[in-house]
């Protein structure tokens, strides 16, 4: 069964580690943020294949429009950024 995750970004400061380890989940979506992180640190990942970059709503129902990836994911110290980010077509 292919399962899926929604999410609206991930920011992780000062000394903190961006972590997004999920069991198995063939397709993560991230709605209306970017992955940017302020500290400069890449996303640690396990669990996941695809990574897109959609469009979304805040929680007052505000549209947030799809954002290019600005973050770096990796796993197991590899970056792994191009081959799971799907950016949204320009």
Known sequence: MSQSVRIGNI?????????LVL??????SV???????ENGQAIETRGLSIVAMLP???????PNLAQMNAGVLQRDGQ???ASAIRNPMS
């Not at 920011?11 to 972590?19: C, E, G, I, K, M």
């Not at 979304?56 to 129902?61: A, K, R, Y």
């Open 31 to 37: 709605h209306g943020g970017n992955l940017f992180q």
């Open 11 to 19: 920011s992780a400061l000062d000394r903190a580690t961006p972590v």
């Open 79 to 81: 970056d792994i950024t």
């Open 23 to 28: 069991g198995n989940a063939e397709m993560v």
């Open 56 to 62: 979304g709503v805040t929680s007052h129902n505000i």
